[in-house]
């Protein structure tokens, strides 16, 4: 493979993304939605050109060409993740958006789509692992356990674990007793294994507090709301309107409105989760990280 081509083109899709947007505005709002699409295909077809040519139309891919695809499929998902960043750190993003280009999948959510690690109580977490399929015993474990991560006494609660349970672990350490920082602690937490942790990354986190009902995903809603069909009521209604204030009074009944009050909003976090999965044939590069923007 000629790595110059790459090199090309790295230089050439640098150049346009780093030009200046025609108008301000939020991710798939106005005009800069349909412009960060633009950057992103134009970025994908000149990436594509060396992708088509290392490969030599050969079906059956030897140990080179694995490494040449491998290559390729690196220098795809990070040229697109380098527009991305160009684009949040303008606040040109806003809410979820899942888009395809050329060999990627993106997936960008705000943060108040999630549940909020640091601002959540044992029933809401219980609720969200059995949503997602983790049974009950072991969804009562890591509830509890989550809740005594966080707060701030050294009293177990009845599934829970304080110093005592991380103390007699192999290497032992100290429960943290205080507000989550890194969805990367999730994996410390009594009853988490990675396959949970990458479960729970999904739906939690610890930067917001608040949740925007225009686009929190059902286990989310369900887990601060208990009530399916409140869950389908507030789904098919945001299909056709904007959740404000009033609907969402309406929505929740005056009741749970009344509990939820400052832990909702209509805006978007700073936050976003960014997942870019980028794959040919058998082989899968997957790529995921918190990014801060305006």
């Given at each position: 493979?000629?790595?110059?081509?790459l090199i090309r083109?790295?230089?050439?899709?640098?150049?346009?993304?780093?030009?200046?947007?025609?108008?301000?505005?939020?991710?798939?709002?106005?005009?800069?939605?349909?412009?960060?699409?633009?950057?992103?295909?134009?970025?994908?077809?000149?990436?594509?050109?060396?992708?088509?040519?290392?490969?030599?139309?050969?079906?059956?891919?030897?140990?080179?060409?694995?490494?040449?695809?491998?290559?390729?499929?690196?220098?795809?998902?990070?040229?697109?993740?380098?527009?991305l960043i160009t684009?949040?750190?303008?606040?040109?993003?806003?809410?979820?958006?899942?888009?395809?280009?050329?060999?990627?999948?993106?997936?960008?959510?705000?943060?108040?789509?999630?549940?909020?690690?640091?601002?959540?109580?044992?029933?809401?977490?219980?609720?969200?692992?059995?949503?997602?399929?983790?049974?009950?015993?072991?969804?009562?474990?890591?509830?509890?356990?989550?809740?005594?991560?966080?707060?701030?006494?050294?009293?177990?609660?009845?599934?829970?674990?304080?110093?005592?349970?991380?103390?007699?672990?192999?290497?032992?350490?100290?429960?943290?007793?205080?507000?989550?920082?890194?969805?990367?602690?999730?994996?410390?937490?009594?009853?988490?294994?990675?396959?949970?942790?990458?479960?729970?990354?999904?739906?939690?986190?610890?930067?917001?507090?608040?949740?925007?009902?225009?686009?929190?995903?059902?286990?989310?809603?369900?887990?601060?709301?208990?009530?399916?069909?409140?869950?389908?009521?507030?789904?098919?209604?945001?299909?056709?309107?904007?959740?404000?204030?009033?609907?969402?009074?309406?929505?929740?009944?005056?009741?749970?409105?009344?509990?939820?009050?400052?832990?909702?909003?209509?805006?978007?976090?700073?936050?976003?989760?960014?997942?870019?999965?980028?794959?040919?044939?058998?082989?899968?590069?997957?790529?995921?990280?918190?990014?801060?923007?305006?």
């Amino acid at each position: 493979m000629d790595y110059s081509i790459l090199i090309r083109i790295n230089r050439f899709a640098e150049a346009f993304i780093m030009r200046p947007l025609r108008s301000p505005g939020n991710f798939l709002k106005s005009d800069s939605g349909f412009v960060l699409l633009y950057v992103l295909w134009i970025t994908v077809a000149v990436m594509a050109l060396a992708f088509t040519l290392s490969r030599n139309g050969k079906e059956i891919m030897n140990i080179e060409e694995v490494y040449e695809t491998r290559l390729a499929l690196q220098n795809e998902l990070y040229s697109l993740r380098k527009t991305l960043i160009t684009f949040l750190h303008k606040g040109q993003m806003a809410g979820t958006s899942q888009i395809t280009v050329g060999h990627c999948k993106i997936f960008i959510d705000n943060a108040n789509a999630f549940l909020p690690l640091n601002a959540t109580n044992s029933d809401e977490l219980y609720r969200l692992c059995t949503t997602i399929g983790i049974q009950d015993k072991r969804a009562a474990i890591i509830a509890d356990s989550l809740m005594d991560w966080k707060d701030m006494d050294n009293i177990e609660r009845p599934n829970g674990a304080e110093d005592n349970f991380y103390q007699a672990l192999t290497p032992p350490y100290h429960c943290a007793n205080t507000n989550f920082t890194s969805i990367d602690q999730l994996l410390l937490v009594r009853g988490i294994t990675k396959a949970i942790a990458e479960k729970l990354s999904k739906y939690v986190t610890p930067y917001s507090r608040e949740i925007n009902f225009n686009y929190a995903p059902p286990p989310v809603i369900y887990a601060v709301c208990g009530d399916m069909a409140m869950v389908k009521s507030i789904i098919e209604f945001r299909h056709t309107e904007t959740i404000n204030e009033q609907n969402l009074r309406i929505l929740l009944g005056e009741h749970l409105y009344e509990e939820l009050m400052n832990r909702y909003t209509f805006n978007d976090s700073s936050y976003h989760r960014l997942v870019i999965i980028a794959s040919d044939h058998s082989i899968k590069i997957y790529h995921h990280e918190w990014l801060k923007g305006k």
